[in-house]
């Protein structure tokens, strides 16, 4: 059992590192897309047709694909006058407390997300720049709202058994 934990772990560890590295050519691109496109326009007068709608959605995506990666390692951003005053026990059931309430706020997102990507589906909505399908960007808040949402359950999920067997009697290396 042990093994076939550290096993999973090590498999979201690697897709954690491999979708920080996707994210970060992302924005490269993104950065690239929007030289070229002032270039274009200011010294060529030639102005790229969608390309600023592009990188619009591509950030969006960015942004909720971050969401769940930061949720995943607990790195997102937090005050911790409250956590820095805790002991390891405080400091894991407020973990709890805060992975229960980011998995109730991303599950109600993504439902009503679900909601609003489905009736621009159903009205056939697409861009103006680049004609595409609404859909496509709108569905990175669905998918966001519901992968945060299903990461942070599973988080809640282990520290409930963490605090169940008894643990963590003390501080952990990475200070959660």
């Excluded at 050519?25 to 969608?50: C, D, P, Q, S």
Aim: proline share 2%; hydrophobic share 55%.
């Amino acid at each position: 059992m042990a093994h076939a934990a550290s096993s999973a772990a090590l498999v979201v560890r690697n897709l954690l590192a491999g979708l920080r590295v996707l994210l970060g050519v992302v924005l490269l691109l993104m950065v690239l897309v929007n030289v070229l496109n002032a270039a274009g326009r200011y010294g060529f007068g030639i102005a790229f047709t969608g390309s600023d709608e592009l990188v619009v959605y591509a950030m969006i995506w960015v942004v909720m694909t971050g969401m769940v990666v930061v949720t995943a390692e607990g790195t997102h951003l937090s005050l911790d006058a409250l956590q820095s005053s805790l002991g390891p026990r405080g400091k894991l059931r407020l973990a709890l407390l805060n992975n229960i309430l980011v998995a109730a706020s991303c599950g109600y997102a993504a439902v009503q997300s679900y909601g609003f990507v489905a009736r621009v589906g159903r009205i056939g909505q697409v861009s103006m720049g680049l004609g595409i399908p609404t859909t496509i960007p709108h569905s990175a808040l669905l998918a966001g709202f519901a992968l945060t949402a299903v990461t942070a359950f599973c988080l809640a999920v282990g520290t409930i058994a963490t605090i169940a067997r008894g643990g963590p009697l003390e501080e952990q290396e990475d200070g959660r």
